[in-house]
């Protein structure tokens, strides 16, 4: 397996393949591999070649989050790569990709406006930027993101799209612990007792797909369920400690639960096409999300 540095050198590998018609698969990353990202190689390497990157983007990062305790963990990662069978894997440094008097950066499209974009000011910004460069490095004919990240696939396939990249954007499904939580660099930050309430995420959108497979389509009743399960409020809509009652784990901060189109991510008040249920919420001092698609996709 390569491993290259510079764009320059990745691009010269990916590029000679192409010229000789042949399809590679990319699979950018942040490192800090596990089975979710294992399985994005997976798909990839249904292409004749498979490569990947490995880059801690700090401009995807706010200036509260967690960009210098992120996982690093790359003599594993790069083992973990070679075993899957990529050919080469893209490890540029910081300087690399941001060096001195770097300053452009790419517009990121409507579907980042929302949700996450709202929450996370500027990270769409730092991603689209960042995926922008990774391709340029690696022209590839295929790139695969995982569908935990829903709008950050949603966001990357219309700048693509927009921009005429002409890589082929597949989104992946999420790979999940047997428990229920899906997989996801973030989860070693959790302590034995948040972990157990990490599981309310899944447990939330399994209650929702469960009512929806039942005939519930009006979003509000669906957004009200998984509120209900997240922050452990009783049918009157009180929260449990509140209301005096026996409180029920919850999570420490919900960011948004929400059910919205699957394709532009705009709300809805009934599910008439397809749509995704979305969860952000905090467990501790850990920003976890997580999805479940309802209905045709
Ligand atoms: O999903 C990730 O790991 C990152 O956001 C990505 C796509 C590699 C860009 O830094």
């Given at each position: 397996m390569d491993v290259f540095?510079?764009?320059?050198?990745?691009?010269?590998?990916?590029?000679?393949?192409?010229?000789?018609?042949?399809t590679v698969g990319f699979?950018?990353?942040?490192?800090?591999?596990?089975?979710?990202?294992?399985?994005?190689?997976?798909a990839a390497m249904n292409c004749d070649a498979a490569v990947a990157s490995i880059f801690v983007n700090p401009t995807q990062f706010g200036p509260d989050e967690d960009l210098d305790k992120y996982p690093r963990t790359l003599t594993s990662d790069l083992e973990k790569l070679k075993t899957a069978g990529v050919s080469a894997v893209f490890v540029p440094t910081k300087e690399q990709m941001y060096p001195d008097g770097f300053s452009t950066s790419v517009n990121p499209p409507l579907v980042s406006e929302s949700l996450e974009g709202t929450c996370r000011p500027g990270h769409f910004r730092g991603v689209v930027t960042?995926?922008?460069?990774?391709?340029?490095?690696?022209?590839?004919?295929?790139?695969y993101f995982g569908k935990k990240d829903y709008q950050q696939w949603r966001v990357i396939e219309a700048m693509v799209r927009d921009l005429d990249l002409g890589t082929r954007i597949i989104g992946c499904e999420t790979v999940r612990e047997d428990d229920g939580l899906a997989m996801s660099s973030r989860n070693r930050?959790?302590?034995?007792e948040e972990r157990v309430r990490a599981l309310l995420l899944s447990s939330a959108l399994q209650a929702v797909e469960?009512?929806?497979?039942?005939?519930?389509?009006?979003?509000?009743?669906?957004?009200?369920?998984m509120r209900h399960t997240l922050l452990g409020e009783n049918d009157s809509g009180r929260v449990a400690s509140d209301a005096g009652l026996q409180s029920r784990p919850c999570l420490d901060t919900l960011q948004y639960a929400t059910v919205?189109?699957?394709?532009?991510?705009?709300?809805?008040?009934?599910?008439?096409?397809?749509?995704?249920?979305?969860?952000?919420?905090?467990?501790?001092?850990?920003?976890?999300?997580?999805?479940?698609?309802?209905?045709p996709t």
């Open positions: 540095h510079t764009p320059e050198a990745a691009r010269n590998f990916v590029s000679a393949l192409r010229s000789q018609g042949r699979v950018p990353t942040m490192g800090a591999l596990h089975d979710g990202h294992l399985s994005l190689v997976d960042v995926v922008l460069k990774l391709l340029n490095a690696v022209p590839a004919s295929h790139a930050y959790l302590t034995d469960d009512a929806y497979q039942a005939g519930e389509t009006r979003t509000s009743i669906l957004q009200a369920s919205v189109s699957a394709h532009d991510l705009t709300p809805l008040s009934s599910i008439d096409r397809p749509a995704v249920a979305l969860i952000a919420g905090m467990i501790g001092s850990t920003r976890l999300i997580d999805n479940r698609e309802l209905g």
